[in-house]
């Protein structure tokens, strides 16, 4: 997974606390976005970004907030941890918002538990 | 919206045996995207392969292969030579057009279990 990276690995927080997950990649992608993954449902979009300065909802937006200050970091804001947001974290980014082949780089996935 | 349904929650495999796991896909678009990750228990995904809608030739790399059966709307997974380090989460996944962008839509996923 060389050039995004995301931190931390893993983390608890207790319900109503508030973090930042991490991402940051090295490769001048445009397109950058979250997604969560939870048992029997694969991976989900929470929110993406097509550069700098523009970011919009995925699928699963709610007790989420990003922004996009640089081309480089895209973080993903708790607001008010609940435990529904258990899960485990995925930042992907890619060359273009055309996802083809082989372009799309994820991050190692931040394992988040809210108690 | 677009659908990506993996049938098999388990599979298991002899070592060095061939194994296919399960995709089918629904969408309306003409033009899409087909991806194969793997996700082992150290949780990373890793991409495995990829087919264009309108590649003609069935993608491969190396020991994996994907039989894109478009008219069935199945992109299947082959996997060669089964070896215990296959031993892993495999998740289809779709490109989704979005209004500003492309996310990819996952299916459930197949654990597949390589016993030696």
């Known amino acids: 997974n060389a050039g995004v990276t995301q931190t931390p690995k893993f983390q608890v927080l207790k319900t109503g606390q508030s973090m930042t997950l991490q991402c940051a990649q090295d490769m001048n992608h445009e397109y950058m976005s979250w997604y969560r993954q939870d048992p029997g449902m694969g991976l989900r979009l929470i929110h993406y970004?097509?550069?700098?300065?523009?970011?919009d909802q995925g699928e699963v937006p709610n007790g989420y907030n990003v922004s996009r200050s640089t081309t480089e970091d895209f973080p993903l804001r708790l607001l008010s941890a609940a435990p529904s947001q258990t899960s485990v974290y995925f930042c992907a980014s890619s060359y273009s918002v055309g996802y083809s082949g082989n372009t799309i780089y994820f991050g190692e996935g931040s394992w988040l538990t809210v108690v | 919206a677009q659908k990506i349904t993996q049938t098999q929650p388990g599979m298991f495999v002899q070592e060095k045996e061939a194994v296919t796991l399960d995709c089918t896909y629904d969408?309306?678009?003409?033009?899409?995207?087909l991806f194969w990750y793997k996700q082992p228990s150290s949780g990373e995904m890793i991409f495995l392969i990829y087919?264009?809608?309108?590649?003609?030739q069935n993608a491969t790399e190396g020991r994996y292969s994907l039989n894109f059966q478009k008219a069935r709307k199945s992109a299947n997974l082959v996997i060669s030579a089964s070896q215990l380090g296959d031993s892993a989460m495999y998740f289809c996944?779709?490109?989704?057009?979005?209004?500003?962008?492309?996310?990819?839509?996952f299916g459930a996923g197949t654990i597949l279990r390589v016993k030696s």
């Open positions: 087919q264009g809608s309108y590649d003609e």
């Open positions: 970004s097509v550069g700098a300065g523009i970011t």
């Open positions: 996944a779709m490109r989704e057009a979005l209004e500003y962008g492309n996310k990819l839509v």
């Open positions: 969408t309306s678009d003409q033009s899409y995207g």
